[in-house]
């Protein structure tokens, strides 16, 4: 079966340091790969999504990047934190090659920027 | 901009009862629908798809689509405390920018189940 990892679990930071959050998927080969974000009474915002090593695509223009370096692990990055990046990160992962998209989320990391 | 639109609750029903979540989307060439079950402080849990125009179900909770009104709906039958979480509604939503599908989440519905 297939497993999502996501750390760290929660990370406190101050504006201006950097930000390092690591993926990884077990059990599937060539997932699509996916960045939300979701910030305390929105919903889900998609950041950042890969079909495959070096592919990303950016959904929202910030001061965040990704990366995708092996076929199962997704980073997500930022050289300088903005209070406005503290939120609840998710990674997820979804077959790759079909329109259907049931997507599967990773725990989580809660990221509180001060 | 394309939408999906969630009543935000909260919705507060007894132990026992039926939950009906409600969910619509803006864009007619949808293929995908889905609901995910969110505990507080937890990632979201992909409970329900449904394809096809139609009831589908599986166990305490039914999904219905009807594609023509772009309405989705989520039953959840005999309902337990344990069920007291948000829902969100999902949309996979061509993405002509990108080029590719993506899913569209509105932003959740309370529910809370009383004892």
């Known amino acids: 079966s297939q497993t999502i990892h996501q750390w760290p679990a929660t990370l406190v930071q101050p504006v201006g340091s950097p930000l390092s959050l690591e993926c990884t998927v077990e059990g599937t080969s060539n997932p699509n790969l996916y960045w939300y974000r979701q910030a305390a009474g929105r919903g889900l915002q998609l950041l950042f999504y890969?079909?495959?090593?070096?592919?990303i695509s950016s959904e929202v223009p910030q001061n965040l990047s990704a990366s995708r370096p092996q076929d199962r692990q997704f980073i997500l990055s930022s050289k300088k934190l903005l209070l406005s990046d503290s939120g609840f990160y998710l990674c997820?992962?979804?077959?790759?090659?079909?329109?259907?998209?049931?997507?599967?989320f990773g725990p989580g990391t809660r990221l509180t920027v001060t | 901009q394309k939408e999906v639109e969630q009543n935000s609750g909260p919705l507060s029903v007894p132990e026992g009862a039926i939950a009906s979540l409600n969910c619509t989307y803006s864009?007619?060439?949808?293929?995908?629908f889905f609901w995910y079950r969110q505990y507080s402080g937890k990632s979201p849990e992909l409970i329900m798809s449904i394809y096809s125009n139609g009831d589908k179900e599986d166990g305490r909770f039914t999904a219905q689509l009807n594609k023509a009104s772009q309405y989705v709906s989520l039953l959840i039958r005999d309902s337990q405390p344990s069920d007291s979480a948000t829902y969100l509604c999902?949309?996979?939503?061509?993405?002509?920018?990108?080029?590719?599908?993506?899913?569209?989440f509105g932003k959740g519905t309370l529910l809370t189940v009383n004892p």
């Open positions: 890969s079909v495959g090593i070096g592919q």
């Open positions: 999902a949309v996979n939503q061509w993405n002509s920018g990108g080029s590719n599908y993506k899913l569209t």
């Open positions: 864009d007619r060439v949808s293929q995908s």
């Open positions: 997820a992962w979804s077959v790759t090659g079909t329109p259907i998209y049931e997507q599967y």
